[in-house]
């Protein structure tokens, strides 16, 4: 199960810390993710962390934000810190869980909504 939490209002230049729990064991094996889909657009990767912590950026994302994650046996949390938030950042923001670099099943969570205006 993979849960995501932390979406809200918030202004342009402002910050938010977004966070997804992947319940179960193997999910500390995999590369936990986020990406987002704006309205009328594509999904895309925002930002992607190992099991081992190896961080992977969007162009979009570099120097605003900062993935993170605990591992435990049984939850895994990963983190994803924005700030200097834009516009262009609203979004949907999801939850993946996938077994990167090699291939196999991936799960998604069911998304938080983030918005940034004024």
């Known amino acids: 199960q993979i849960v995501e939490s932390g979406g809200d209002l918030v202004q342009p230049g402002g910050s938010l810390r977004l966070s997804c729990v992947a319940s179960g064991s193997i999910f500390m094996f995999y590369t936990l993710a986020w990406h987002r889909q704006a309205p009328g657009k594509q999904r895309e990767l925002v930002a992607r962390?190992?099991?081992?912590?190896?961080?992977?950026?969007a162009d979009s994302a570099k120097g605003r934000f900062t993935i993170s994650r605990d591992n435990e046996q049984q939850q895994n949390t990963v983190y994803l810190q924005m700030s200097n938030l834009k516009p262009e950042d609203t979004a949907v923001y999801y939850c993946?869980?996938?077994?990167?670099?090699?291939?196999?099943?991936?799960?998604w969570g069911q998304g938080t909504q983030v918005t940034v205006s004024s």
């Open positions: 993946n869980a996938n077994p990167y670099p090699y291939t196999g099943n991936e799960y």
């Open positions: 962390i190992t099991s081992g912590g190896t961080p992977h950026y």
